[in-house]
């Protein structure tokens, strides 16, 4: 635990020497496209109080000043699994974009889909030294939470506080300066296989990057996906990727919950390619063109040529009705979405007071999907597009980037986890010379 | 029946469509190719390759150029040729010496102190230390040295006017002007008898030669009795009048006393007496003395008056 916790703390420095220099890379490394964003920070200076910009949670910050994606290899169900392939798909994104933005980049964050993410709610609490609550008691409280046995390699990849509670009043965000007996507080662990994380920073060094930080996709596709107000009253965004589908569980603008379903675009892809003996190339195109999962009776005269090159006249000439690709396509989104329904019934989504939910990623492109979803999910559903930030590109703006787009918002404003608060002292073994010096910080 | 027409296919991403070896589908640089573009966008090294390389280049071309000797000196006297051969354009030659203000004497000191053989070039001329060689000479209160058009070098002098003539303690004669520069020698008083004559050490700082000339001016009526001025101890003035008579004169005000003096010479004809010494140095106490033999002569005609008997 400690060992992530220095981890953790290290690729927070390195993030503040990135803020320093002004310049760092956002990478998604997904199943079916990796794309990296090269970010300029200009400082809290660009713009004044008085032209009505505030801080934006961070976003007029920065700017985005490179964008590359790369059709993905060597990663699938959103982990990296032939890292040779990976290094060179990474090393082609960040080529790309470092030559738009014209800069070179030294320090990356980073988000995964897969890695089978798991979420804990820990509790702690402690008794109050002073009836006045300092952050020193934060700390105390946070590090006094039971932490579950998640098992032998799996590591911590977030834990946020998410609630705290004095006496009896909960639902607080920030109790400094509050007055009572005990501080309780809530806290979401995310955790994930420490093989993904140690695979893809491997792949990060071998490209001469360092990682200054990593996120859960799941996480970062709600904080640009969902609005402000599904954050607060309580969402879940579903992102639909190539090799994996993410879900996240938001209330009062805290992530509670996280999971992915380990089935994606790339199956409906594959059952398309199956089904109608075509090039999954071919499969894809036919998935981007013509699908849908909504079938109606004009679909059934809407005739798509399949083609092919094998010399046999009567395989090339083939072609399918629309409707037909249809009825291949939506079991298997069907599949995708019941499954994640019943991920979130896990969570228990329906008790939480609103029950937004928004689809996002590639594979909510598909047409349609939108009126099976809201047979499946539940009827508040709807297609989430990424936050607009300055200077992305037009091509980087579809739903496909929601995970890009949220880690540059993470990496302008991260939220506050664990490891941003000091360790007590007291979790030091005793006669340790850091305890004393702690002590000493602590009283003068 | 097969349709005669082909159906378009679309070709696969594998293969070219004219079937030989498949392309690449992802192109991805190579490790060395991706260090390299970063190493080319570290701002650094941009610089170093961007300017550096080729300065340095250009830099070694150059020393190997010239760290031959024959080569140095064949550029240096190229230079100097196309120098000259400019320089000694008809426009800038001087051709003649012109010396304007100066008599015919001090013009041929000027002329000697010119150093210039004619024609030549006014690049190689240096006024300035011309000027100043010409203004060493004694005689020259200030010299303008130009290069008028036509090729001349003209030359305005201005002679220093002598007022004095200074009889040293050694007894040479010079004359001084009137801020007591030196103008020239003289061998003989009597070749300037029209200049008055100072002697005495210090006679010729500027405010003793100022003073001397207001003296000169105020006794007019001496009616050349005047032989010289004598500078005493550098502070003050002794008129010496023929008959060796003196006038010791005060330090202050010297022209006021020999005024009263020439007063009492005009009421009493004092001047035209036996005295050998008219002491005016303390103002409010006048003091004759009178030549060895008139003392005698004056107490005997006393006596006569008297009607008393020598004895």
């Known amino acids: 635990m400690t060992d992530l916790y220095e981890n953790q703390r290290a690729m927070r420095r390195m993030r503040k020497q990135a803020m320093d220099r002004g310049v760092i890379a956002i990478l998604d490394v997904g199943s079916s496209k990796i794309a990296c964003l090269v970010l300029r920070f200009d400082g809290p200076d660009r713009f004044r109080e008085s032209d009505g910009v505030g801080s934006l949670?961070?976003?007029?910050?920065?700017?985005?000043?490179?964008?590359?994606t790369t059709r993905s290899r060597g990663v699938s169900f959103g982990e990296i699994d032939t890292m040779q392939e990976t290094e060179r798909a990474i090393r082609t994104a960040v080529q790309a974009a470092q030559k738009m933005a014209g800069v070179r980049v030294d320090h990356v964050i980073a988000a995964f889909a897969g890695a089978r993410p798991r979420s804990y709610g820990l509790d702690g609490?402690?008794?109050?030294?002073?009836?006045?609550?300092t952050e020193a008691d934060v700390a105390r409280v946070m590090a006094s939470c039971v932490v579950p046995d998640f098992g032998a390699g799996r590591e911590a990849l977030h834990a946020h506080p998410v609630n705290f509670a004095i006496d009896h009043r909960s639902g607080l965000i920030d109790p400094r300066g509050q007055i009572g007996n005990s501080l309780a507080a809530d806290m979401h662990l995310l955790t994930v296989e420490t093989q993904a994380i140690q695979n893809l920073l491997y792949c990060i060094k071998r490209c001469d990057l360092e990682l200054a930080g990593v996120a859960s996709s799941a996480y970062v596709?709600?904080?640009?996906a969902l609005v402000e107000d599904e954050q607060e009253l309580g969402a879940a965004c579903i992102d639909l990727g190539g090799g994996a589908t993410t879900l996240s569980v938001f209330i009062k603008k805290h992530m509670i919950y996280a999971d992915s379903v380990r089935?994606?675009?790339?199956?409906?892809?594959?059952?398309?390619?199956?089904?109608?003996?075509?090039?999954?190339?071919?499969?894809?195109?036919?998935?981007?063109?013509?699908?849908?999962?909504v079938a109606t009776g004009m679909d059934d005269r809407d005739m798509i040529p399949l083609g092919g090159d094998t010399g046999d006249w009567e395989h090339d000439q083939r072609s399918v009705s629309r409707s037909e690709v249809i009825g291949i396509m939506r079991p298997r989104v069907e599949e995708i979405l019941e499954e994640v329904r019943a991920r979130l019934d896990a969570a228990g989504f329906d008790h939480l007071p609103a029950q937004q939910i928004v689809l996002t990623g590639g594979g909510s492109q598909i047409l349609g999907l939108d009126e099976l979803a809201s047979r499946i999910l539940g009827q508040q559903v709807r297609l989430g597009r990424p936050l607009r930030v300055q200077g992305l590109p037009q091509a980087a703006t579809g739903p496909a980037f929601s995970a890009a787009v949220g880690l540059c918002l993470y990496s302008a404003h991260p939220q506050d986890e664990w490891w941003d608060f000091d360790i007590p002292a007291d979790t030091y073994p005793a006669r340790s010379l850091k305890r004393a010096v702690k002590w000493f910080r602590d009283n003068w | 029946m097969q349709p005669l027409k082909r159906a378009v296919t679309t070709p696969p991403l594998a293969r070219k469509p004219g079937g030989e070896a498949p392309v690449r589908r992802d192109p991805a640089p190579s490790r060395v190719a991706y260090r390299l573009n970063r190493l080319w966008l570290t701002p650094f090294y941009r610089r170093l390759l961007r300017i550096g390389v080729p300065v340095a280049v250009v830099g070694l071309i150059g020393l190997g150029y010239f760290s031959d000797e024959g080569r140095r000196s064949a550029i240096t006297d190229k230079i100097t040729e196309i120098q000259r051969s400019y320089q000694e354009r008809p426009e800038f030659m001087v051709q003649m010496?012109?010396?304007?203000?100066a008599s015919d004497e001090l013009a041929g000191d000027v002329r000697a102190l010119v150093p210039y053989e004619f024609p030549l070039s006014s690049f190689d001329m240096n006024l300035d230390t011309t000027r100043a060689a010409i203004e060493q000479l004694?005689?020259?209160?200030?010299?303008?040295?130009?290069?008028?058009?036509?090729?001349?070098?003209?030359?305005?002098?201005?002679?220093?006017?002598?007022?004095?003539?200074?009889r040293d303690r050694k007894n040479n004669l010079t004359m001084i002007d009137s801020t007591g520069h030196r103008v020239a020698p003289l061998i003989t008083r009597t070749q300037r008898p029209d200049l008055p004559l100072v002697a005495g050490t210090g006679a010729d700082k500027p405010e003793a030669v100022a003073e001397a000339q207001a003296l000169y001016a105020a006794s007019g009526p001496l009616n050349g009795r005047l032989r010289g001025l004598v500078r005493r101890g550098e502070r003050r003035w002794d008129v010496v009048l023929d008959r060796d008579q003196v006038i010791q004169l005060p330090e202050q005000d010297p022209v006021r006393a020999l005024e009263r003096v020439i007063a009492l010479d005009q009421a009493e004809d004092m001047l035209d007496r036996d005295l050998a010494v008219i002491d005016m140095r303390i103002p409010g106490r006048p003091t004759l003395r009178m030549a060895p033999g008139a003392v005698e002569k004056f107490r005997r005609i006393k006596s006569l008056e008297l009607g008393a008997s020598n004895g």
Request: charged share 20%; aromatic share 2%.
């Open chain 1, 263 to 293: 089935i994606g675009g790339h199956h409906v892809t594959r059952d398309i390619s199956q089904g109608l003996q075509v090039h999954p190339s071919k499969a894809e195109s036919i998935k981007t063109r013509h699908g849908g999962v």
């Open chain 1, 221 to 224: 596709s709600g904080l640009s």
């Open chain 1, 57 to 68: 949670a961070g976003q007029s910050s920065f700017r985005v000043i490179g964008a590359a």
């Open chain 1, 125 to 133: 609490q402690v008794d109050l030294a002073d009836s006045v609550v």
């Open chain 2, 97 to 101: 010496l012109a010396i304007d203000g």
């Open chain 2, 138 to 166: 004694d005689a020259v209160a200030r010299a303008h040295v130009r290069i008028r058009s036509g090729g001349v070098l003209h030359v305005e002098v201005e002679e220093r006017l002598p007022v004095l003539v200074w």
